[in-house]
């Protein structure tokens, strides 16, 4: 078997090493460590392999916190130091700028992070009714597999989520349509837990008092879903708090139905927000955009700071919840929301909108290439982008600087998904001059 010395990690957090001209890309492998491997997919230009034995150990090497970590596909660096993880990220999202974009950040701001477990409010559960498994099984995807693992707890999971999943294993089991019931979504609120249900069948009389005994029993609220995200409805018990989470620093709270997006780290969402108001730094009286506002995370902050915000978010049940939230925030008067495809933008449709002194950009992974180009003369003096993808974040970047006139101000990560492969970054862009 081949022997490797690892350079780096790429964008899964596998470790990349060189055989015979070749890049090699070995699942557990952590960077400095001398690696023996298997290559189980060879093509022209790279291979994929598996660590087979440690020769060496990184320093940064540790044992893995949860007892599921070699089965579970939810996780992928716990083998790696949490302030390492948060390090190994930061040079990704480096190499990304300047390997795609050419360009380099003028100032690389500290990382935002903060505590490496029980994190996740918000989770998509499968649910698989598996005969030679004992029962139903309640959990994540095994690696690289549609299989269920064999979960009896989750260190990223609040722990009275984390202590709920062979309960509910328990409860599925019992159910008439424990084989029609494929996902649990889990919602965490400031005053509520939600469990949403995707049903493929109704419920009989006796499905619904197991569920209702569940309810009292472990204090949540069941949703139930027959189809789409958007046929989801309150099912027990009716009455109670709702959904909702607090930004304490901008006097702002967002109610949220259990379906629709929000951030699975509340406290690292906190910092998020005060880092970006910080950059864009909303003056009264401005003219701000936000866009792909979602329920107004940024919008209603930008809001409270004076300033006049124009929300663009292509959903129009989002857009609803984001008008509302804005009128129980008391800042319906400064917040105000359009629903357009930002992936469709042209010159015109963004000119349609009016003018705007600075921008908040916070698209999905698939980036903001359509918005960026369509920038022209009256384009802002200030953008604030924030991203779940460095690779599309370079070509944006690339664009702002070399066609639209921007600096790249700065850029760093933010540690949203402790343990995993996924980064996400805010850039400060600037124009080099006034409009």
């Not at 089991?173 to 249900?197: F, Y």
């Amino acid at each position: 078997m081949p022997i490797g010395i690892i350079e780096s990690l790429d964008h899964e957090a596998r470790g990349v090493t060189r055989l015979d001209g070749k890049t090699v890309f070995v699942e557990g492998a952590l960077p400095g460590e001398c690696v023996e491997y298997a290559s189980y997919r060879r093509k022209p230009s790279y291979e994929l392999a598996r660590t087979l034995r440690i020769l060496k150990p990184s320093p940064e090497r540790v044992t893995p916190h949860c007892p599921h970590f070699a089965v579970c596909g939810g996780c992928s660096m716990q083998h790696l130091d949490a302030a390492a993880q948060v390090a190994a990220k930061q040079r990704l999202l480096e190499d990304n700028l300047w390997h795609l974009g050419r360009i380099k950040a003028e100032q690389l701001y500290s990382p935002i992070h903060g505590q490496a477990w029980a994190y996740r409010y918000r989770a998509r559960l499968s649910v698989r009714f598996v005969p030679k498994k004992g029962g139903v099984l309640v959990g994540f995807h095994e690696k690289k597999s549609s299989y269920v693992a064999d979960m009896q707890q989750c260190e990223i999971l609040p722990p009275q989520l984390s202590a709920m999943l062979l309960p509910l294993r328990e409860l599925v089991g019992r159910m008439s349509i424990r084989d029609r019931l494929p996902q649990i979504e889990v919602a965490v609120g400031e005053r509520m837990t939600a469990l949403v249900l995707r049903i493929l069948e109704g419920l009989s009389p006796a499905d619904e008092a197991l569920l209702r005994e569940f309810a009292d029993r472990h204090a949540v609220v069941f949703y139930l879903q027959p189809q789409g995200p958007a046929t989801a409805y309150r099912f027990y018990p009716l009455t109670g708090p709702q959904l909702s989470y607090l930004l304490p620093e901008f006097a702002v709270e967002h109610a949220f139905s259990p379906t629709e997006f929000t951030q699975v780290n509340h406290a690292i969402n906190r910092v998020l927000v005060r880092r970006a108001m910080t950059l864009l730094a909303p003056q009264p009286g401005e003219r701000i955009a936000d866009m792909f506002c979602g329920l107004g995370n940024f919008t209603l902050p930008i809001a409270r700071a004076g300033a006049r915000v124009v929300g663009v978010e292509g959903s129009p049940e989002l857009v609803r919840r984001a008008t509302g939230n804005a009128l129980a925030n008391g800042l319906g008067d400064r917040a105000e929301y359009r629903v357009a495809n930002l992936f469709e933008t042209t010159p015109e449709t963004l000119a349609a909108l009016g003018r705007f002194d600075r921008m908040l950009i916070d698209p999905p992974r698939e980036g903001a290439l359509e918005l960026i180009k369509s920038l022209d003369a009256e384009r802002p003096q200030r953008i604030v982008y924030i991203s779940c993808s460095p690779a599309t974040l370079a070509r944006d970047a690339a664009i702002l600087v070399t066609q639209k006139d921007y600096r790249l101000r700065g850029a760093g990560v933010v540690n949203m998904f402790p343990h995993t492969s996924h980064v996400e970054s805010i850039a400060l862009f600037e124009r080099n001059t006034s409009p």
